[in-house]
């Protein structure tokens, strides 16, 4: 399992049904999805939402708080950055730290051995 941030991935990737045991050639043919979504129904009074990371594997998705808040204004949904990049510089690290751990507990899954 990888922690990160105080998130065990690897529990949310198999509630995806990424099984350790699952066929590698099956696991090949699916892809995984890492979105940040901001909750703009829970905007605190300071005006900042929190980010959500949203995973989604074989057309499931799970979803969980990335501890992080943000101005609306400041997200670029389509990019998945927040703007002006000088000034969000830790935050945009952040997440992409957070994508990367992800894509690699993903990854670690595909090349376990079965078992």
């Not at 009074?45 to 949203?54: D, E, G, L, S």
Request: net charge positive.
């Amino acid at each position: 399992m990888y922690a990160f941030l105080g998130y065990t991935f690897g529990y949310q990737l198999s509630s995806l049904g990424i099984n350790l045991k699952s066929n590698l050639n099956i696991m090949n043919k699916h892809k995984i999805r890492v979105l940040f979504v901001i909750a703009l129904n829970r905007i605190k009074k300071n005006n900042q939402a929190p980010i959500y990371c949203r995973i989604t594997y074989n057309k499931k998705r799970k979803k969980f708080s990335t501890g992080i808040f943000i101005n609306p204004d400041d997200w670029n949904s389509k990019q998945q950055i927040a703007k002006p990049p000088n000034k969000y510089k830790n935050l945009n690290t952040q997440l992409s730290l957070i994508s990367q751990k992800i894509n690699e507990a993903f990854l670690m899954l595909q090349i376990l051995p079965n078992g």
